[in-house]
């Protein structure tokens, strides 16, 4: 990691039960990115991202930073709001911490996670924003919009709809577009055959009978669980041996709650399957038949969508903002129902279900699509170029040469919380400047040294006078070694 500049990745979130979609995202991106540069990942908390993320190697920082929510809602009094923050210690703290890394560049996830994009816009470090979600739209859209563009230097957008918000003079001069991946290694390709059957074995699901699967990071009304439920009761009545799994950790648990009742009314307790968050999703992807993606707003991409897809599973989604590029691109448009249209949504499934041989072609067939599109391969030269151009921008002065001095720790993180990872190396001009401070202090002990070489000689000119301005500088200096002995035991 000599040679490679700091960069700095600010999580809005570190969940301590579960991981979220924006937060694989970033991890994903950091795991790729360290090939080029040493990350430093930034969270507000310990929780499973951080465990992640130093298991993968990577730096970590614990910083809590207030988020700003009305980015993704915008109002009227965002701005003045957002000012307010800017006067509070977590900010002070923050600014202080990248004004004594000073890393290269830094990486801001999701709109509402702004004041990191600020403090380093404050003190001239570059601010790669990473806009993942769509924001509101509203009569005060434009107020976010005017605020990532002030505070960035460059916007990553995972969709065009994450970044149809943007004008078109922005989007042409600063917006990238850079869509997630996955990790094949987490894929356990050759483990698939295994997987399904001990997993279906596990639900009690029949070899025969078809299992319709929902995924979501956190369940509430916003991902359309309800919905999924009233398609059931419509898929039931034409398929009565099909069964359903739903998995994510309950947001909103009134609402949660509600949709558990909605199935045992309508009798189909039976053929439900409830589970929370689980750490490893290939076994429940591999066990589905098929995917349905019912959520209700204009999402970012689809990431749920993506994954079932790279499994192989037909996905049955609502055309809502970036579902509607993922299906296309996997040339399954025709499998996209109007949003909110819960009788389209069961007439595809319907449809699906009545053919089985077609609906795992269809699987197949969309999985080597989206390979081709959105697979790791695409995706790292994809990277590749954005890293290449990031260096040549924000990187350019070169590496030094070997024979370096030990690289200072990463400052501590405001409030005291050690750095918990490997510390990272400083930028160029602060390796400069602790060469130089070195240099001066080796100046200040040659320049006392010859001053106390003339104050001897003047003292006395004898071998005697020498011999006993020796014998006084030694008692002097075991009366000093002794002394400094007592401090570091009372410090120990």
């Known amino acids: 990691m000599a040679d490679k500049a700091t960069i700095v990745l600010f999580s809005h979130v570190s969940n301590t039960r579960s991981i979220t979609g924006a937060e694989k995202l970033l991890l994903f991106f950091a795991r790729e990115l360290s090939s080029y540069f040493n990350c430093i990942l930034v969270a507000p908390q310990d929780g499973k991202l951080t465990r992640k993320a130093r298991s993968s190697g990577l730096s970590v920082q614990v910083i809590p930073i207030p988020l700003v929510y009305g980015m993704y809602t915008p109002y009227a009094g965002l701005e003045a709001d957002i ?152 898929v039931s009545a034409q398929h009565p041996d099909a069964k359903f799994l739903v998995i994510g950790t309950p947001g909103d648990k009134s609402y949660y709650e509600r949709c558990v009742r909605k199935v045992k009314l309508e009798g189909l307790t039976s053929r439900f399957k409830f589970y929370g968050y689980e750490e490893s999703l290939p076994s429940a992807y591999c066990a589905m038949d098929l995917l349905v993606v019912p959520s209700l707003i204009r999402e970012g991409f689809g990431m749920t969508a993506l994954e079932g897809m790279a499994f192989g599973k037909p996905v049955v989604a609502y055309d809502s903002g970036g579902l509607y590029e993922v299906l296309h691109s996997a040339g399954c448009g025709g499998l996209l129902a109007p949003a909110a249209d819960i009788g389209a949504l069961a007439e595809r499934v319907n449809s699906l279900l009545a053919e089985p041989n077609l609906a795992a072609a269809i699987g197949s067939q969309a999985r080597e699509r989206i390979d081709a599109v959105y697979g790791p391969a695409a995706y790292r030269t994809r990277l590749q170029g954005l890293a290449e151009r990031w260096q040549l921008r924000y990187c350019s002065a070169p590496p030094e040469s070997g024979g370096a001095e030990p690289a200072p720790p990463v400052p501590p993180a405001p409030g005291g919380v050690e750095p918990a990872a490997a510390a990272a190396k400083p930028p160029r001009k602060a390796r400069r400047a602790a060469r130089l401070r070195r240099a001066k202090l080796r100046r200040g002990k040659l320049s006392r040294a010859k001053a106390r070489a003339r104050r001897s000689k003047r003292r006395g000119t004898g071998r005697r006078a020498g011999g006993t301005a020796r014998r006084k500088s030694s008692r002097g200096r075991r009366h000093r070694g002794k002394r400094t002995g007592r401090r570091a035991h009372s410090r120990r």
């Open 83 to 234: 000012r307010k923050l800017q006067e509070s210690r977590e900010y002070r703290e923050l600014t202080d911490w990248l004004a004594a890394l000073r890393p290269a560049f830094i990486i801001s996830s999701t709109c509402v996670h702004a004041l990191p994009a600020m403090a380093a816009k404050s003190l001239g470090i570059p601010v790669v924003w990473k806009i993942s979600e769509t924001i509101t739209d509203n009569d005060y859209t434009g107020i976010s919009v005017e605020l990532i563009h002030r505070n960035s230097d460059e916007i990553l957008a995972i969709s065009h709809t994450a970044a149809a918000c943007f004008p078109e003079d922005i989007r042409e001069g600063k917006v990238t577009q850079i869509p997630p991946s996955w990790n094949d290694q987490e894929m356990m390709v050759e483990a698939w055959s295994t997987l399904r059957s001990e997993r279906r074995r596990e639900l009690r699901v029949a070899p025969g009978e078809p299992l319709i699967g929902y995924i979501s990071s956190f369940i509430n009304k916003e991902k359309g669980l309800e919905h999924f439920v009233k398609m059931a009761v419509l």
